[in-house]
């Protein structure tokens, strides 16, 4: 059974702050105003420790409150951490943002129909032997280039959203065109043969791209892109008719050039003969076996069996 504490200093802190009364006036003089204009101290109740996920596991004398905002249904917790580290730490603002995150990803799997987060308003109660506490508290201050930080850090992802984009639109994209259009039409209930044209097209213009274009270093990576690209549609896509799709990209130049579909069809050909040996060696043929029948390598016998047990 673990410690409820690590120190003296923890323990009282806890049992005192447990106290939903002495909790009230501590956090009464220590939220900031416009915060406790928002929320609720009367609601004020300790969270039980199933809110205090197994990352939380090195805190445990910190102690989580919930409450209500004001003139509002929503909850709101407020996480109150007391710093026992012998050394203050300089990296404290990203182990808040864990903690913040832990509290809420708990909330979420303990109220799994609410499509909404609560807000978290974190504290750090600081003993240490150095005085005052070294460190900002600011996680932006951490940053070589806090600018940047500001624009970037919480802020919204920027969503590359394939699915919206016009086939025109991604033609215009040279070398990234290629794998935006795979995965806007790998979804298709038809990988129509229209869509095959639009295909090769892609696949001629990005090679004349790399060609006229003295700043992109064409060391054989093209043929591995557009292989790797075509790999993936013929296993994803639903094409109807893989020896007219076959035919279709055979005739264009490049591919017929570096022999891409010769490599594919035995890469493809290759990796069915290795699900038939797992199948085997999962039904517990001799391995001895597998290699006569198969044709694979005793090397490639034990990787693939290996995956058995992965």
Not at 1 to 23: G, Q, Y
Not at 106 to 119: A, F, G, V, Y
Not at 134 to 151: C, G, M, R, T, V
Request: charged share 30%; hydrophobic share 40%.
């Amino acid at each position: 059974m673990k410690e409820l504490t690590k120190t003296p200093h923890d323990k009282i802190f806890r049992l005192s702050l447990s106290n939903v009364e002495v909790a009230r006036d501590f956090l009464s003089i220590y939220l900031p105003k416009q915060i406790l204009k928002t929320i609720s101290l009367r609601n004020l109740t300790v969270c039980p420790n199933s809110y205090i996920t197994p990352d939380l596991e090195e805190s445990l004398s910190d102690i989580l409150y919930k409450t209500k905002i004001l003139n509002s249904k929503e909850d709101c917790y407020i996480y109150t951490l007391i710093e026992h580290q012998a050394i203050p730490l300089w990296n404290m603002p990203i182990r808040i943002v864990q903690y913040q995150l832990a509290i809420i990803d708990s909330h979420i799997r303990q109220n799994p129909k609410k499509k909404k987060i609560p807000i978290v308003i974190p504290l750090l109660v600081y003993n240490g032997k150095k005085s005052p506490y070294p460190f900002s508290l600011d996680i932006f201050d951490l940053f070589h280039n806090q600018e940047l930080a500001k624009k970037t850090f919480t802020k919204p992802a920027s969503l590359i959203d394939v699915t919206s984009m016009s086939d025109k639109e991604i033609k215009k994209h040279n070398i990234i065109g290629l794998l935006e259009f795979s995965q806007k039409h790998v979804r298709d209930k038809k990988f129509l043969k229209a869509t095959i044209k639009t295909l090769a097209c892609i696949i001629d213009e990005l090679e004349c791209y790399v060609k006229n274009n003295k700043t992109v270093d064409n060391n054989n990576w093209l043929k591995d892109y557009i292989s790797s690209v075509l790999h993936y549609i013929y296993y994803f896509a639903n094409i109807i008719d893989d020896a007219e799709f076959s035919k279709e990209l055979e005739k264009i130049e490049f591919i017929k050039k570096e022999n891409i579909m010769g490599t594919l069809a035995r890469k493809i050909e290759k990796e069915g003969i290795q699900k038939v040996a797992l199948k085997l060696l999962q039904k517990g043929v001799d391995r001895a076996i597998v290699i006569e029948s198969t044709g694979l390598t005793e090397e490639e016998i034990k990787k693939i069996d290996a995956q058995q047990y992965k």
